[in-house]
T-cell receptor, first 112, second 114 residues
Framework: AQTVTQSQPEMSVQEAETVTLSCTYD???????LFWYKQPPSRQMILVIR??????QNATENRFSVNFQKAAKSFSLKISDSQLGDTAMYFC?????????FGAGTRLTVKP | DAEITQSPRHKITETGRQVTLACHQT?????MFWYRQDLGHGLRLIHY???????NKGEVSDGYSVSRSNTEDLPLTLESAASSQTSVYFC?????????????FGPGTRLTVL
């Protein structure tokens, strides 16, 4: 079965600085998708970024970018110019044809 | 605006009772999903549906059932609630790429089984 591991339960960063959240996964599939979802306090989960495994180019969305290392099965999220509104739980997720697996999450706090 | 709603938002029930959690989406998505969220586990997939009359088991389906009679709704039923099913339940929907597409989540239902 696929597994997703987030090794950093909690992280903090100063406003305007850059932070990187780690994620590793295990699969025998060659075609799959990876995601980072954000869950702000008491608010609904929303997609931050999505990466297709067959695309070598790393996905970016404004201040959010990923470092996708397929051979190492690593999918880290970099947040640049951190803002107070980035404070949230961040979940890494993996999906193949009929399964969706989430990591346990990283709680990120952005400090003023 | 399109949305996905869940009801009730909070529910307390007793062991052995049947409980149904509602999920309604106005995205007109074919694909709908149910997850549970427990501390230390992230989200785990319970059941999912790719369209009317279609249902599939996820990672933690034991003790849960779903049925899909229309595009908008996917109710989740706990046949005989157990304390181990105390959790926060999230419904989600997605577009044409199925489980691999971006999922849009509801606000969650906090269920307590006493």
């Amino acid at each position: 079965a696929q597994t997703v591991t987030q090794s950093q339960p909690e992280m903090s960063v100063q406003e305007a600085e850059t932070v990187t959240l780690s994620c590793t996964y295990d699969t025998s599939e060659s075609n799959y998708y990876l995601f980072w979802y954000k869950q702000p306090p008491s608010r609904q989960m929303i997609l931050v970024i999505r990466q297709e495994a067959y695309k070598q180019q790393n996905a970016t969305e404004n201040r959010f970018s990923v470092n996708f290392q397929k051979a190492a099965k690593s999918f880290s999220l970099k947040i640049s110019d951190s803002q107070l509104g980035d404070t949230a739980m961040y979940f890494c997720a993996f999906s193949d044809n009929n399964d969706m697996r989430f990591g346990a999450g990283t709680r990120l706090t952005v400090k003023p | 605006d399109a949305e996905i709603t869940q009801s009730p938002r909070h529910k307390i029930t007793e062991t052995g009772r049947q409980v149904t959690l509602a999920c309604h989406q106005t995205w007109n998505h074919n694909n709908m999903f149910w997850y549970r969220q427990d501390l230390g586990h992230g989200l785990r997939l319970i059941h999912y549906s790719y369209g009317v009359q279609d249902t599939n088991k996820g990672e933690v389906s034991d003790g849960y059932s779903v049925s899909r009679s229309n595009t908008e709704d996917l109710p989740l039923t706990l046949e005989s609630a157990a304390s181990s099913q105390t959790s926060v339940y999230f419904c989600a929907s997605s577009g044409t790429s199925g489980i691999q597409d971006t999922q849009y989540f509801g606000p969650g239902t906090r269920l307590t089984v006493l």
